[in-house]
């Protein structure tokens, strides 16, 4: 499980500083990434300028051409990307698929987009005139990824702006090289010409840094923490670069008190514990109406104790590792926080887990959950990444829904409840980007705008048209085939009592 990068079309090895690839359910080593830095970065975006010009020039149906050859060849390695993502970063095998999945249904539809890349028609102020915008490549996108969607969220960020005729140089996480490797392997399978994208492997510092900073580089697309959105930001701002960057999230699921709650259990459960709660969706607090509080948790309870922990790669596991043992520190420095600090009373979990010997070196830690949490508290403020959830009481919807948005992010947030009107009136008054009815915090779609409000990002979304917004310039065009001068504002006819 080698990982290369990809410059210019040619492969290139680690070397001798190789990073290691390690597998978090068991703590060995799978395989070595190349520790790029500046020298990479370079050559990698040299390569996407070379090649932008031809590409921006092939017309969008044909590229378009490649990301549907690209949605076969990964469906077709499917389970090789898979078998990939779990080595890497630990999720189960039902969620690595999943993963690939996004990126097969990612490709699809923006290779949809290829013949349609909208822009506006619309009618002038002034008589033989035509007003119309053109969507254009923004140039060289730089891309930073991190190692919880390997392989979706490098097509999420990859695909629109490869549609729209951009040029890219991934920068990939570390922990997770072998899977970028592979997709871009998928990429040269499905036809893409050298240099289109170019991926370059190495740290935030060493590798992401140049490339936010590069001066060829017009556009740069993150997801990472809300300190690395930051950091990114600063160092993106003085060349004023298209900046889209998704950082955490605190998100809530609120139970009212008709719900039906094995329902909302289930939807618990998934959305706190789906890939170890390390998603920047991941349902971190439950806001649960003061009648139904006890019942639930005690179905939570029974539920979180119930999942089987394990190397995501066989078959009964639900719940894998944290990625990293610094990843289970700062869940155990959570937990302790919980306990001694915020005084809220740990109800399930707590602790490392041990599933098997086969996993004995792995960052493993039990589902946990919290109760009688206050909002105030640091695990109900602070984004956690782990598989951590906190009950909270509340008396009523609005209580819920001042909880709900007293936090710095804004991701997703979700209400579970059989009343329309209360759903309804909660999809309204939740500040975030992303809301579901009926379901727990997680299950983006690709074809729908993805981000939030607040510390969650800097206002833009990716996947949907969003994407295509972010990787285009719009250039508006006026179409004047009057045969003289028409003055827009000043010639324009006006009602004849107007005096001007
Ligand atoms: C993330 O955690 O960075 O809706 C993205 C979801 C996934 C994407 C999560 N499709 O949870």
């Given at each position: 499980m080698d990982a290369r990068h990809w410059i210019g079309g040619e492969w290139i090895d680690a070397g001798a500083d190789a990073l290691p690839l390690i597998d978090p359910a068991t703590g060995r080593t799978v395989g070595r990434a190349p520790r790029g830095g500046a020298a990479e970065v370079d050559a990698a975006v040299e390569a996407a300028r070379r090649a932008l010009e031809p590409w921006a020039a092939t017309p969008a149906p044909r590229r378009a051409e490649v990301l549907l050859r690209l949605a076969r060849v990964l469906a077709e390695r499917k389970d090789e990307l898979a078998h990939a993502v779990t080595h890497e970063m630990g999720k189960v095998r039902l969620e690595a698929r999943g993963d690939v999945q996004e990126a097969i249904d990612m490709a699809a539809y923006m290779a949809g987009e290829g013949r349609r890349l909208y822009g506006h028609t619309t009618p002038s102020e002034l008589p033989d005139k035509l007003c119309f915008t053109l969507r254009e490549p923004v140039g060289v996108c730089g891309l930073i990824t991190p190692w919880n969607f390997p392989v979706a969220i490098p097509a999420w960020k990859s695909l629109p702006a490869l549609v729209c005729g951009n040029t890219v140089v991934l920068k990939a996480s570390e922990e997770t090289g072998y899977s970028a490797t592979l997709y871009a392997r998928c990429l040269e399978e499905a036809g893409?010409?050298?240099?289109?994208l170019n991926l370059v492997h190495g740290t935030g510092e060493e590798a992401g840094d140049p490339l936010v900073r590069h001066?060829?580089?017009p556009a740069i697309s993150l997801t990472g923490s809300l300190a690395t959105g930051q950091t990114v930001a600063r160092h993106a701002a003085p060349q004023l670069k298209r900046l889209h960057v998704e950082l955490g999230g605190k998100n809530a699921i609120l139970v009212l008190a008709d719900a039906d709650l094995d329902f909302a259990a289930q939807a618990i459960l998934w959305s706190a514990f789906g890939t170890s709660g390390q998603r920047c969706t991941a349902a971190s607090r439950i806001l649960v109406e003061a009648p139904v509080y006890e019942a639930l948790a005690a179905r939570l309870v029974a539920g979180a104790r119930r999942l089987r922990l394990g190397h995501g790669w066989s078959d009964a596991v639900e719940v894998g590792p944290l990625v990293r043992p610094a990843a289970r520190e700062k869940v155990e420095r959570y937990v302790r926080i919980g306990v001694e600090e915020d005084g809220a009373r740990l109800l399930t979990g707590g602790r490392r887990a041990h599933p098997s010997p086969e996993t004995a070196g792995g960052w493993f830690f039990e589902p946990t959950i919290f109760g009688e949490?206050?909002?105030?508290m640091r695990i109900a403020q602070e984004e956690i990444f782990g598989p951590v959830t906190a009950l909270l009481r509340v008396r009523d919807l609005d209580e819920a829904l001042a909880v709900h948005n007293g936090t710095p992010f804004g991701l997703s947030g979700a209400v579970i409840t059989r009343d329309l009107a209360r759903a309804m009136k909660a999809m309204r008054a939740m500040k975030a980007g992303i809301v579901y009815l009926h379901n727990g915090t997680i299950g983006a779609e690709v074809h729908l705008p993805f981000g939030g409000v607040k510390g969650t990002g800097n206002g833009h979304r990716e996947a949907g048209i969003a994407g295509i917004d972010f990787y285009s310039e719009l250039k508006t065009v006026y179409v004047d085939y009057s045969g003289g001068l028409q003055r827009a504002q000043i010639d324009t006819p006006r009602d004849p009592d107007d005096p001007r």
């Open positions: 893409l010409p050298p240099g289109v001066p060829h580089v949490a206050r909002p105030d």
